[in-house]
């Protein structure tokens, strides 16, 4: 059974759905995977939730019978002519010329089905500035436009659909605005969860064997960084690092007890380098020791089929640790001496990914906390920043990818603003708050330090030198 089925029968199990199981597994079974091509990232998986999703709206547009089972050829065979991964303008016409396998089929006995196989196919690679021409090109009547064009479209929101398998922070992620149709904007959420899940079944098959493959290795020293999050100490403490696949049950916000996770795998630091400069040098970093690391691989198909972490080779001292860095494997927490001795008002809280999302949760966090404080939401305090956030990202999604590409940087430093006004508001409501529990003026980073292990019972010791290092007696506490 693909793994596509296994996802929509959990759904309709657990009431989210009511797809119709038996019809399009019938669909995704009749792919012949030999005519694929053999990616990871264009290959198996991606054709069948292109098939997918252009099932999908070929239900919701209400198309005949004729032109679904058209589309659906094309979902399933769009990317046969590919020879690489990357961006290919060319891989829809070179796919055309390999559908020979398909003209058995009684449908393509007349030209005219044939030819808009092959139209909308050569066309889902092209920009549709060039949609016309493809069509002329096949020397088909002016009454067939109408069918070629929404045959066209579906397919293209289909495969643009699926660019939810890429990081939010790739070029190649799906960019919302350019799709064509109305309910394609429907499936973007769907979309995002059926990749989760992809990886999810991958990383589970792949599991046995990526346990077996650690074991043999040597147990050695990490650092994690949590960033300013001085907040989350406990919850790790208590519950240690997890991933982002890990069982997060109990838990109220990923942040409490992760910092950047790549999958079933916790991003870590195995020498001061780069990434300990960047990440780590002047925040707060757990230390502690494993045996489930991997360096990564550099292809990002082939990690992706293996379930082992992707390495871009941006940071030299970057490794990753599986699934999870219990509470017991903890060995200390570094925090820099100037950092401890600072003024909490200097903490950067919002340190991170500026986008509207990540932003919107990480605040809501951080306003948890204070609300558990004062008794007090002061959500209304930012919704106007908020607003503005969220709108000018709207309207630079709604850009061409040129234009975006000229003035991305200029939008970063908008939302760079946007978010250090945020922090300033949630630093001075935090300072406001912490000098009432606390009884007095001064807050430095150190009493805010003090005042969370006190009121989570938490016992520790200090060694001070460069950097304070704790080490704690009592680890796996119950959090108050």
Request: hydrophobic content about 35%.
């Amino acid at each position: 059974m693909s793994i596509l089925i296994k996802i929509l029968e959990d759904l309709n199990k657990e009431g989210k759905s009511k797809y119709n199981i038996k019809e399009i597994e019938e669909i995704i079974n009749d792919i012949d995977a030999k005519q694929l091509y053999s990616s990871k990232f264009h290959g198996l998986y991606h054709s069948e939730k292109v098939t997918f999703f252009a099932y999908l709206i070929a239900l919701k547009e209400e198309l005949t019978e004729l032109d679904k089972e058209i589309l659906l050829d094309a979902a399933k065979y769009h990317d046969i002519g590919r020879q690489y991964d990357n961006e290919d303008t060319m891989h829809g016409l070179a796919s055309t010329n390999k559908l020979q396998f398909l003209k058995v089929k009684d449908i393509y006995q007349d030209p005219i089905n044939e030819k808009l196989l092959k139209a909308i196919i050569e066309g889902h690679s092209l920009g549709d500035h060039k949609k016309r021409i493809v069509f002329d090109n096949y020397e088909l009547d002016e009454q067939y436009y109408s069918r070629y064009e929404q045959l066209y479209n579906i397919l293209k929101d289909a495969d643009a659909l699926d660019r939810m398998r890429f990081a939010k922070t790739m070029s190649c992620v799906l960019n919302e605005s350019f799709l064509r149709i109305p309910y394609s904007k429907k499936l973007v959420e769907l979309s995002e969860y059926i990749n989760e899940q992809y990886k999810s079944y991958i990383d589970k098959a792949n599991q046995e064997r990526i346990v077996s493959e650690l074991a043999n290795n040597e147990e050695k020293t990490f650092y994690h960084s949590i960033g300013y999050n001085i907040f989350a100490i406990p919850s790790i403490l208590k519950r240690g690092i997890i991933s982002n696949q890990h069982d997060k049950s109990g838990l109220f916000h990923i942040k409490e007890h992760a910092g950047n996770n790549n999958g079933c795998w916790v991003s870590a630091i195995y020498k001061k380098g780069s990434a300990f400069d960047t990440f780590a040098k002047n925040k707060f970093v757990f230390c502690f020791q494993s045996q489930n690391y991997h360096l990564g691989i550099p292809s990002q198909s082939m990690a992706q089929d293996l379930g082992l972490p992707f390495q871009s080779g941006k940071y030299d001292d970057e490794i990753f640790i599986y699934d999870k860095v219990k509470p017991e494997q903890l060995k200390s927490l570094l925090i820099n001496k100037n950092l401890y001795e600072s003024s909490f008002k200097d903490l950067y809280l919002m340190n991170g990914n500026i986008s509207y999302e990540k932003v919107k949760n990480r605040l809501g966090y951080y306003l948890n906390i204070l609300k558990n404080f004062t008794g007090i939401d002061y959500s209304d305090k930012f919704k106007e920043d908020l607003e503005q956030l969220y709108n000018q990202t709207i309207i630079f999604e709604n850009k061409m990818r040129s234009e975006q590409m000229q003035i991305f940087k200029l939008f970063l430093e908008a939302q760079e603003k946007i978010v250090h006004k945020i922090n300033a508001i949630l630093i001075n409501l935090f300072y406001s708050a912490l000098t009432v529990l606390l009884n007095k003026e001064d807050i430095r980073v150190k009493d805010v330090f003090a005042y969370i292990m006190h009121i989570n019972n938490i016992d520790y010791q200090m060694k001070v030198g460069d950097y304070i290092s704790i080490t704690f007696n009592n680890p796996q506490m119950t959090l108050k």
